[in-house]
Nanobody, 116 residues
Framework: QGQLVESGGGLVQPGGSLRLSCVAS????????MRWYRQAPGKERELVAS????????SYGESVKGRFTISRDDAKNTVYLQMNSLKPEDTAVYYC?????????WGQGTQVTVSS
């Protein structure tokens, strides 16, 4: 029943910025840990960022620390990923994930391509 829809991906030059959005429907995200993952061709899925309920704890993968910012707006049932200083190695499909106990929802992903 739950659904996540990502948006905001696209083509950007190195050093540029993008803001990804993840809108949930069919459930309220207030009790869910929200995460962003990414997967590049030929590579395994990688955790990019995580934010717990009420924004109490935020974590980032080492490769994006200092460049990406995760945030949530429970009133809008939305999670964001602000990506700055983008590098070619950030190129991947970015997925939104919501987790509560045994429940996990995944979005279909949005493509981010960083290229000159």
């Amino acid at each position: 029943q739950g659904q996540l829809v990502e948006s905001g991906g696209g083509l950007v030059q190195p050093g540029g910025s993008l803001r990804l959005s993840c809108v949930a429907s069919g459930f309220s995200i207030s009790n869910y840990v929200m995460r962003w993952y990414r997967q590049a061709p030929g590579k395994e899925r990688e955790l990019v960022a995580s934010i717990t309920t009420s924004g109490g704890t935020i974590s980032y993968g080492e490769s994006v620390k200092g460049r990406f910012t995760i945030s949530r707006d429970d009133a809008k049932n939305t999670v964001y990923l602000q990506m700055n200083s983008l590098k070619p190695e950030d190129t991947a499909v970015y997925y939104c994930n919501a987790q509560y106990t045994w429940i996990r929802y995944w979005g279909q992903g949005t493509q981010v391509t960083v290229s000159s």
